[in-house]
C-alpha cells in the first residue's frame, strides 16, 4: 500500500530563508507525486505533481520539488520564503496515475517570520 | 471555470439529525472523490465515483455514511443519523482523465453538537 510520512508538522522559516519541506513514500509502483498547499479555510491547490521524466518539477509561486527514487523523497523546496507561503503545505502520492485515489501525509504547517 | 462547489460551506446540526453535503464537479471532470479532513486522522478519502459509478467506498466510516452521483454534475454525502465524532471538513475533490491531481472544492465544515 502507499503511505507518505512528512517530516515535521511545523516549519517557521524567515522571510527570505530557505524553505525545506520533506516528504518520503513508500510505494509498490512507480508513483505519482504531488505537493497541494491549504491556506486557511480553503480547500487544497496542487503545488506541482511529478509523474514521469525529468525529476526537477517546477510549481507554482517558485516552489519546486525533485523526485529522489534512491531516497523514496520527493522534498519541496523554495528559495526565497515569501509570508504569502505561510499555509499547510501536503506531500501525496497515487498508486498508478493522477487518478486513482491520492494517499496524503499528515501535512506541514509553514509558518514565514517577518 | 467555477471550479468545484460545495455546499454549504457550514453546517451545525445536531446529533441525530440527518446531514446531506453537496458537491458539484467540474464540467467533464469523469471522477470525483469525497475526503474528510480532521486534526486526528488527517485527510481521509470516504469515497470515489468513475462517470458516476461508486468504485471504491471502504473509507467510509460507517452505514450512517452514503454517497450518491445520480449524474455527472451532482453528488452529495449524507449522514444519517450524524454524531459529534463526524465533526470535521468534508471536501469534494475531481479529476479529468489522464490529467493527474485533483481540484479540491472549499469545502463543507460539519459541526455536530
Known amino acids: 500500500a502507499q503511505s507518505v510520512t512528512q517530516l515535521g508538522s511545523h516549519v517557521s522559516v524567515s522571510e527570505g530563508a530557505l524553505v525545506l519541506l520533506r516528504c518520503n513514500y513508500s510505494?509498490?509502483?512507480?508513483?505519482?507525486l504531488f505537493w497541494y498547499v491549504q491556506y486557511p479555510n480553503q480547500g487544497l491547490q496542487l503545488l506541482l505533481k511529478y509523474t514521469t521524466g525529468a525529476t526537477l518539477v517546477k510549481g507554482i509561486n517558485g516552489f519546486e520539488a525533485e523526485f529522489k527514487k534512491s531516497e523514496t523523497s520527493f522534498h519541496l523546496t523554495k528559495p526565497s520564503a515569501h509570508m504569502s507561503d505561510a499555509a499547510e503545505y501536503f506531500c501525496a502520492v497515487s498508486r498508478l496515475s493522477g487518478n486513482t485515489p491520492l494517499v496524503f501525509g499528515k501535512g506541514t504547517r509553514l509558518s514565514v517570520i517577518a | 471555470d467555477a471550479g468545484v462547489i460545495q455546499s454549504p460551506r457550514h453546517e451545525v446540526t445536531e446529533m441525530g439529525q440527518e446531514v446531506t453535503l453537496r458537491c458539484k464537479p467540474i464540467?467533464?471532470?469523469?471522477?470525483l472523490f469525497w475526503y474528510r479532513q480532521t486534526m486526528m486522522r488527517g485527510l481521509e478519502l470516504l469515497i470515489y465515483f468513475n462517470n458516476n459509478v461508486p468504485i471504491d467506498d471502504s473509507g467510509m466510516p460507517e452505514d450512517r455514511f452514503s454517497a450518491k452521483m445520480p449524474n455527472a454534475s451532482f453528488s452529495t454525502l449524507k449522514i444519517q443519523p450524524s454524531e459529534p465524532r463526524d465533526s470535521a471538513v468534508y471536501f469534494c475533490a475531481s479529476s479529468p482523465q489522464g490529467a493527474g491531481g485533483y481540484t479540491f472544492g472549499s469545502g463543507t465544515r460539519l459541526t455536530v453538537v
Open positions: 464540467s467533464g471532470h469523469d471522477y
Open positions: 510505494s509498490s509502483v512507480p508513483p505519482y
